[in-house]
């Protein structure tokens, strides 16, 4: 059937019209006031850059003077940054009763005080860093875990969003943490509380909750859930601890599943691959599953014929 303009007009027409039923999907009217996804995750690009510099290549600034490229690369995530806190602000609510200079000034305010403590991530980051490269044989040196790891890159886009998030920036810190979990496999909320020398190995599949306080030295392989017990309560449970605490010197194997804002991993525990944990653990402990059996046929007599006759 030949394209016809007559016929993708009335599909407009229709679609224009659904717009018109006010659901909450239906935000055309203020589609320049969103913030906008794309932009923040141009600032979790230039972030990167002022993390690690000389690490990742930019093509848009370029300056044979190394500080005054920083500083081009600072004043251009303060410049977005500014005007995405003012649209998540405004879009929230948050903006109810002030002035809209005041919000502006309010936004200023908070952009900067972020980048003020961008030494302190990177603190904290240099320490995720070694533990990384010390824990993982398989690494060849710091440069490769930095450019190539997952884990290193999830831990440090968690660890800028949780600075946001500690200043009651509403969305940004979130839609941040969930581009790194789309392109890594690795869910890390931005109101967890994570310590110093936190490894991840591997990574896919983890997820860490809101409320879940992990301590220093802390080592978590792939696939494991650090989460609510229950949900069913829905937004009552807001603010609620729903997530566990994991104390310093553990190590969480893949697959492993601990529960509950009241559970409590004793400091030095080892879990075990698919543990299901819903209780607290004394310091020091090794849990481990057990009555898990193998079973194996020797195939070897078997014929194709025989084979796809059993399928």
């Known amino acids: ?15 224009l019209a659904d717009y018109k039923k006010q659901r909450i999907i239906d935000k055309i009217d203020d589609q320049f006031d969103q913030p ?8 979790i690009d230039n972030l990167m850059k002022i993390v690690y510099p000389g690490y990742f290549r930019d093509r848009t600034y370029k300056s044979y003077n190394p500080d005054n490229h920083v500083a081009t ?8 940054l500014n005007r995405q806190i003012v649209k998540v602000k405004k879009l929230t609510g948050e903006q109810d009763g002030i002035s809209p200079d005041e919000l502006e000034k309010e936004a200023y305010e908070t952009t900067s005080e972020f980048m003020r403590r961008i030494p302190k991530v990177r603190e904290y980051l240099e320490t995720d860093l070694l533990a990384t490269y010390e824990g993982d044989p398989a690494a060849k040196n710091f440069d490769e875990v930095i450019l190539a790891y997952p884990g290193l890159f999830a831990i440090t886009v968690f660890r800028l969003a949780h600075e946001l998030f500690l200043l009651e920036v509403p969305l940004i810190p979130r839609i941040m943490t969930e581009h790194a979990h789309s392109l890594t496999g690795i869910d890390i909320h931005p109101g967890a509380t994570i310590g110093k020398f936190f ?11 809101e409320t879940t306080i992990i301590g220093n030295n802390v080592k978590v392989y792939q696939g494991v859930t650090i989460g609510a017990l229950s949900t069913r309560g829905g937004q009552r449970l807001r603010n ?11 190590t969480i194997y ?12 004793g400091k ?10 819903t209780k607290s653990i004394a310091a020091g402990t090794s849990v481990s599953i057990r009555q898990q059996e193998l079973q194996m046929k020797d195939n070897s007599s078997r014929t194709d014929s025989s084979w796809n006759s059993e399928k």
């Open 254 to 265: 893949a697959g492993a599943s601990i529960l509950g804002g009241e559970t409590v991993i």
């Open 73 to 80: 690369l600072i004043e251009d995530v303060m410049y977005r």
């Open 1 to 15: 059937m030949a394209y016809s303009g007559e016929n993708a007009g009335k599909i407009v027409e229709a679609i």
């Open 199 to 209: 490894f991840i190995d591997h990574g896919t599949g983890i997820v860490v909750g």
């Open 240 to 250: 609620v601890k729903r997530h566990p605490t994991i104390e310093d010197d553990v």
């Open 268 to 277: 030095g525990s080892v879990i075990g691959s698919n543990a299901f944990i």
């Open 36 to 43: 906008n996804k794309e932009v923040i995750i141009g600032i």
